[in-house]
């Protein structure tokens, strides 16, 4: 195990406890990876608190503007940035990988800091207006 982590500890591991088995190794003892954690967990439930706070027609004027600033982010973006998905609309994550739930978020973040998404979202989320739901997606983001 020492020669697989990162840091230098002395651990009990060391001393004889049994740290796998013979069938599944020493899977789910390492801490996962950070971005498969954040965008396959956390991500999904942020987005599913969203969706449950929107009517279907919210939603669905929420993808027309999803669409909108998809197309923004990838045509103003000098660099590859996380992709979302248009496909499924803005709210939904079933079959989407860990890179499209954090582009959605990262949309997400872009639309609260629009005009029509402000007018669009103003007190649907929790009461909140879209400028907090934006300042909590960003420090989201930044971890």
Sequence with gaps: ????????????????VP??????????????????TVGVGIAVYIIGV??????NNIRTELDFLFIDIYHDLKRNC??????SSLHKGA???VKQGALEN??????FA???STEAGINLLDDKIDSAH????QHTLVIFLQA
């Design 1 to 16: 195990m020492k020669q697989i982590s990162r840091h230098g500890i002395d651990t009990v591991w060391e001393k004889g």
């Design 78 to 83: 000098d660099h590859d940035y996380y992709e």
């Design 130 to 133: 879209p400028s907090l739901v």
């Design 110 to 112: 872009a639309l609260c």
């Design 50 to 55: 969203i969706k449950d706070c929107l009517s």
């Design 19 to 36: 740290l796998a088995d013979m069938i599944h190794g020493i899977n789910l003892i390492t801490p996962p990876e950070m971005l498969h």
């Design 91 to 93: 709210t939904e994550t």
């Design 102 to 107: 954090i582009g959605h978020i990262l949309a």
